[in-house]
């Protein structure tokens, strides 16, 4: 038997003629794909610049205050650029805006996540979508209506909280509270935790709405219930979205500036309780200061501004490749 009967291999592909070729490479240079071409280029390069336009202007200014500092920049407690020597130092604003970040983080991403698993694996359309919107309502207040509220009706309420922190964890001494204001980094923290609970409630969303269904319905059919369905389908698959989602709300909690000013009672002190008042962020320090800062209190002000860009730009770099670690992700979180 001819074996060419029995396997008979396809025809060739038409090969593309000289006027097809030609008519290819007019579409791949004409005008309209160049312009759009060199706009996005251009606009990338633009985006560029412009970093290292604000990155180079912050480390002049910044160089210029520390050259004539007399003290430690980084472990000086003081801050008083104008004196004769200049003496300051960011110690007590890298404490505080540490603290009131992970304070908020704390809280914030345990019930963001709670919020994003309810919306989208336990409520029903009807009352999922409106929560959605009331969260998304959220990201879209001014820092300033935080501030207000916060100053006007979280402060003076948390005065119950205190007491109970400080009767069943005064002991530790990290909770003990001395009946003062609720000015406190502690309570910074607890506006930030509201502030960005949107920012990772919203992504950690989308996260979980990109968990392929049919790995749930396998560990359904499997007679897993809907807890162990989001236990083991659910937030292995999210983990790193979340985790994305939970550092861009960090560096939206570190350069938080009107709303803290509003809240904290700032000093140049170090507490050992997080319910004393005092202590103080980047942010509120260059905001509280600026307009009255001479130009050595200036420059100094912007050398604590470069310590924040370079940290908020560390953690925005860690997020964005945490994110590449999954592709999928990439798109919901850019």
Same mark, same amino acid.
């Given at each position: 038997m001819d074996i060419s009967t029995q396997n008979p291999t396809a025809p060739p592909a038409p090969q593309p003629t000289g006027a097809e070729d030609k008519r290819a490479a007019r579409g791949a240079t004409r005008p309209g794909d160049r312009i759009f071409l060199g706009l996005s280029r251009g606009s990338g390069i633009f985006v560029l610049v412009i970093m290292a336009a604000i990155a180079a202007f912050l480390t002049y200014r910044a160089a210029l205050a520390i050259s004539e #500092?007399?003290? *430690?920049? !980084?472990?000086? !407690?003081?801050? *008083?650029?104008? =004196?004769?020597?200049?003496? !300051?130092? @960011?110690?007590?604003?890298? !404490? =505080?805006?540490?603290? $009131? $970040?992970?304070?908020?983080?704390?809280?914030?991403?345990?019930?963001?996540?709670?919020?994003? &698993?309810?919306?989208?694996?336990?409520?029903?359309?009807?009352? =999922? /979508?409106?929560?959605? %919107?009331? @969260?998304?309502? &959220?990201?879209?207040?001014? $820092? @300033?209506? %935080? /501030? &207000?509220?916060?100053?006007?009706?979280?402060?003076? *309420?948390?005065? =119950?909280?205190?007491?109970?922190?400080?009767? %069943?964890?005064?002991?530790?001494?990290?909770?003990?509270? #001395?009946?003062?204001?609720?000015? $406190?980094?502690f309570t910074v923290g607890i506006l930030l935790a509201i502030m960005i609970l949107p920012i990772i409630t919203n992504v950690s969303r989308e996260v979980f709405r990109q968990v392929p269904r049919m790995h749930e319905e396998a560990a359904l059919a499997l007679g897993a219930t809907r807890w162990e369905v989001i236990r083991m389908s659910v937030l292995p698959f999210g983990r790193s979205g979340v985790i994305s989602a939970s550092m861009l709300g960090l560096g939206r909690a570190l350069g938080e500036t009107m709303a803290v000013a509003m809240v904290l009672s700032p000093s140049l002190d170090i507490n050992a309780s997080l319910l004393d008042p005092g202590g103080g962020t980047f942010a509120q320090n260059i905001a509280s200061k600026f307009n009255e800062a001479t130009p050595m209190g200036r420059d100094a002000l912007i050398a604590s501004g470069l310590v924040l860009f370079v940290i908020t730009l560390l953690v925005n770099g860690a997020a964005r490749l945490i994110i590449a670690r999954r592709k999928e992700y990439s798109g919901a979180n850019a």
């Open positions: #500092n007399e003290a *430690n920049f !980084f472990t000086t !407690f003081e801050w *008083n650029p104008s =004196g004769v020597p200049p003496k !300051f130092g @960011i110690a007590v604003l890298v !404490f =505080g805006t540490i603290v $009131s $970040s992970v304070i908020a983080m704390a809280i914030a991403v345990p019930i963001a996540v709670g919020i994003a &698993l309810f919306i989208t694996h336990y409520a029903p359309r009807r009352l =999922g /979508g409106p929560i959605a %919107y009331v @969260i998304d309502l &959220l990201a879209a207040v001014p $820092s @300033i209506v %935080y /501030g &207000l509220w916060g100053a006007l009706v979280l402060v003076p *309420n948390l005065t =119950g909280l205190y007491g109970w922190l400080d009767t %069943y964890l005064g002991w530790t001494g990290v909770l003990e509270w #001395n009946d003062g204001a609720p000015r $406190s980094l």
